[in-house]
């Protein structure tokens, strides 16, 4: 790291803007508490039951490993602080409570939101509905003072985290953070039954993303600003062309990510789009935003070879070493790879080196580290 001449920071702002190459590939993994509990030797149920331990865990982590260029995950993701604070809007299973203590927290989708609730939606507006009523069909919670009993101790955790990541001088990759609409209705409906909406009561699925994607913006873009970090993110899984054709994909997602996209860029503010799934034949649809207003987040079942050449000059991209090469390949396999997505993705700037979607439990330390070291030492090819 002798030769280089940037800080974390403006490696990270360089590549996702597009703008220029940085003198190295900036390398922000996706560290959760699934990976940081066994590198740290703590159980993942006792890393669900404490989230000042996961805190610390990932700390010693990020001070173990030498650091990285900007926080995927700056303070836990356990069950509450995925509900509260991020709005995952499903139930977990936990492991110490519902599953055994070394399973990994897993989803639990259910059909929890009804056909009415739709249209309570797009009447009272996103936030009163979630926060006055659905969290409480989804958690152990039961009342007003119980919600902000657990938002004050996430906030109180906040703190902490902003004092020690402050002493690091490392700062979050995305300044706010919110799960796409349609991405959210799909988890309280369940696919199954979403689907059905979809082709059977499109009317009604689009008041509720109307109003939703309405009441999105304003707070990203407050909180980027709180924040002084002008990067927001959104999280989708299931409205790739993996799931559904493209006309679906037009009519219920893409005008409104347009609609996102276009008031974010112009505040300054760049959406990382977390995009799980095969995104191929949707791809060539992020040609149409503006250059460097997107950063492709890609979890490996997406193509980011041919991505690239769509795309390239446009967007960039974040990722995307994939879990499976992590758990079941050698440090040398890690290397390899990360070569190739340097020299091939890379080459020109527009990449953030990361993982497809999370650092798995099962990855190893040799591995974690691998993928941490290239990013460091590795040079840009001369392409």
Known sequence: MGGEIM??????????????KPDRVPIVPQLTKAASAPFQGISQ?????????????????????????ALYMDIPDSELMQILFWQQPLAWKVPGRDLPDDYAMQ?????????????????EGWQKFYYDYYVFKITHMETQEDLQRE??????????????????SVKNLCGSIDFHPFFKLSLMRSM????????????????ALKRMTDDMIQPLIDTCKET?????????????????????????????????VDALFSEGIVLVMHLDTDWGKNVPYFKKLPKGSVVLELDSMTDIFEAKKVLEGH?????????????????????????????????????????????????????????????????????
Not at 250 to 260: G, H, L, N, S
């Open 7 to 20: 800080d974390g920071w403006d490696r990270v702002e360089t590549a996702i803007r597009y703008r220029e």
């Open 45 to 69: 149920a006792d890393a669900c039951r404490d989230d000042e331990l996961i805190l610390d865990a990932l700390i010693k982590c990020y001070d173990e490993f030498g650091g990285w260029d």
């Open 107 to 123: 989803v639990l989708e259910e059909e929890v939101l009804t056909i009415e609730e739709y249209d309570r939606i797009a009447q």
């Open 151 to 168: 938002m004050g101790r996430i906030e109180k955790l906040g703190q902490k985290a902003a004092v020690e990541w402050g002493k690091r």
């Open 192 to 207: 199954v039954k979403f689907t059905e909406d979809l082709y059977y009561r499109g009317e009604v699925v689009e008041k």
């Open 228 to 260: 002084g970090i002008y990067v927001a993110a959104f999280v989708e899984e299931r409205a790739s062309a993996f799931y559904y054709p493209l006309h679906v994909f037009e009519r219920f997602w893409w005008k409104y990510t347009e609609q996102i």
């Open 315 to 383: 967007q960039a991209f974040h990722g995307d070493v994939s879990p499976a090469l992590q758990s079941v390949g050698t440090p040398e396999d890690i290397e390899e790879y990360c070569r190739k997505l340097i020299d091939e993705v890379g080459y020109d700037g527009g990449l953030v080196l990361g993982v497809g979607c999370e650092v798995p439990p099962d990855c190893t330390k040799e591995n974690f580290r691998a993928m941490i070291e290239t990013a460091k030492h590795y040079e840009f090819s001369k392409k």
